[in-house]
C-alpha cells in the first residue's frame, strides 16, 4: 500500500474530500526508497529523523491503524474516484473516439472509453456523482456526467491536450472546451458569412477543374473549411488589436486562399495559368502556386488589416523559417 493510497483512505475518512496531492509535494518529489529509509529510522528511533517527517509518520502510522481496512472507505467514495479517473480518460484519450471521418467508420481503439473500463457498471448510470463538479455541471448522474464528456471530446472536434506541460495551460484549456462542450453558439449571421466563405472556396475549386482541366493547381478540395477557419482567424485577431498577419504555406491550396482571403483578383489568378511574361529577359516567370502577395483587407468591423504571403519557391515547410525571420524584424521594427 502506497503513502498516497493511505491519505487518500485516512481523508476520505475525515471528510477532507477530494484530496489535492500537491499540498504533499515534498512526498511525491521524493525518492521512494529515501521515504522507506526513512520510515525505518523513525520506527527504531523517532528523534532520528526531522521534525517535519517525524510528524508525517505519526500520521501515516495512525491512517495504517484507523484506515486501511476496505470497510472504512464507503464504496459511493471509491466510485467517485473511479468517476474522476473516467473523466481523466476522455480528457486523455476522447480524440481517439471523435467524429471526424463521415465516409468510413473510424479505427478502433483499446481500451474503450465505456464505464466497465474504470471499474463502473450500467447500474451506477443513474447514480449522482460530486465529481461532476470536476467538469463543472455540479453533482449529476454518470449518465449526465458521460453525456457532457462525451459532446466534449468525442464529437466532430478532437482535442489532444493532456501532454502539456504547464499546468495553468491544461485547466485554461479545460474550463474553456468543458464549460461550452467545445460549442460556439454562432448567430445566423455569423453563420451565413460562414457559409459564404465555403461557398467561395468550393465555387473557386469547381471553376478550375473545369476552365483549365489537366493543369497543376494544387486543389484544396477537401479542405475548404480551411477559408472561412483562415476568415475567422483574421477577424478575432483584429479585434484583439493585431494589424498584421504574415502568412506562410505549402503549394496545396494557396490558390484559393489568395482569392478568398487576400481578394487577389481572378482576372489576375487566372491570367497566370496562361503564363507570365516579362519584359526583361533577363527574368523568367515562377509558377502560379510558387507566388506571394501582399494587401489590406477590412474586417466585418471595418478595420484595415495587412496581410502578406510568403513566396515559396521550394517544397513542404521550407518557407517556416522565412516567416517566422519576418514576423520577428516586424515585430522588432
Known amino acids: 500500500m502506497t503513502v498516497e493510497t493511505v491519505l487518500q483512505r485516512y481523508l476520505l475518512k475525515t471528510g477532507a474530500y477530494p484530496i489535492k496531492m500537491s499540498d ?9 526508497n529515501y521515504i522507506a529509509n526513512q520510515y525505518e529510522s523513525f520506527r527504531e528511533d523517532p528523534a532520528a529523523v526531522d521534525p517535519e ?3 508525517f509518520f505519526e500520521g501515516f502510522d495512525f491512517a495504517v491503524k484507523h484506515a486501511l481496512s476496505e470497510d472504512a472507505v464507503p464504496e459511493s467514495f471509491q466510485k467517485e474516484f473511479k468517476v474522476i479517473n473516467l473523466i481523466n480518460g476522455y480528457r ?20 474503450p472509453l465505456a464505464v466497465e473500463t474504470f471499474g463502473l457498471s ?8 460530486q465529481a461532476g463538479t470536476e467538469i463543472g455541471i455540479g453533482p449529476a448522474t454518470l449518465k449526465d456526467i458521460i453525456t457532457h464528456l462525451q459532446d ?9 491536450y493532456m501532454f502539456i506541460r504547464q499546468p495553468e495551460k491544461i485547466k485554461w484549456l479545460q474550463e474553456k472546451m468543458e464549460s461550452s462542450r467545445n460549442r ?7 453563420k451565413k458569412h460562414m457559409l459564404h466563405k465555403l461557398n467561395q472556396a468550393v465555387v473557386f475549386e469547381s471553376f478550375l477543374h473545369n ?28 479585434e484583439l488589436g493585431i494589424d498584421e498577419f504574415v502568412f506562410g504555406m505549402a503549394h ?52 484595415s488589416v495587412h496581410l502578406s504571403m510568403t513566396a515559396n519557391p521550394s517544397h513542404l515547410e521550407a518557407v517556416d523559417p522565412v516567416v517566422e525571420g519576418i514576423s520577428r524584424a516586424k515585430i522588432e521594427n
Open 24 to 32: 504533499f509535494s515534498y512526498i511525491s518529489n521524493a525518492h521512494p
Open 53 to 55: 517527517w517525524r510528524k
Open 92 to 111: 486523455t484519450r476522447g480524440h481517439l473516439f471523435t467524429k471526424t471521418n463521415p465516409v468510413r467508420e473510424r479505427r478502433k481503439y483499446t481500451p
Open 122 to 129: 450500467p447500474a451506477d448510470l443513474d447514480t449522482v456523482f
Open 152 to 160: 466534449t471530446y468525442c464529437q466532430s472536434v478532437g482535442v489532444e
Open 184 to 190: 460556439k453558439a454562432f448567430t445566423p449571421e455569423e
Open 211 to 238: 476552365k483549365f482541366v489537366g493543369q497543376k493547381r494544387f486543389s484544396l478540395e477537401g479542405a475548404e473549411a480551411l477559408i472561412p477557419a483562415l476568415d475567422a482567424v483574421i477577424e478575432k485577431g483584429s
Open 252 to 303: 496545396r491550396g494557396r490558390l484559393n486562399i489568395l482569392a478568398n482571403i487576400f481578394n487577389k483578383t481572378y482576372e489576375d489568378i487566372f491570367s497566370e495559368f496562361e503564363g507570365k511574361d516579362y519584359e526583361d529577359a533577363l527574368f523568367e516567370g515562377d509558377v502560379k502556386y510558387h507566388l506571394g502577395f501582399s494587401c489590406d483587407v477590412s474586417t466585418n468591423e471595418n478595420k
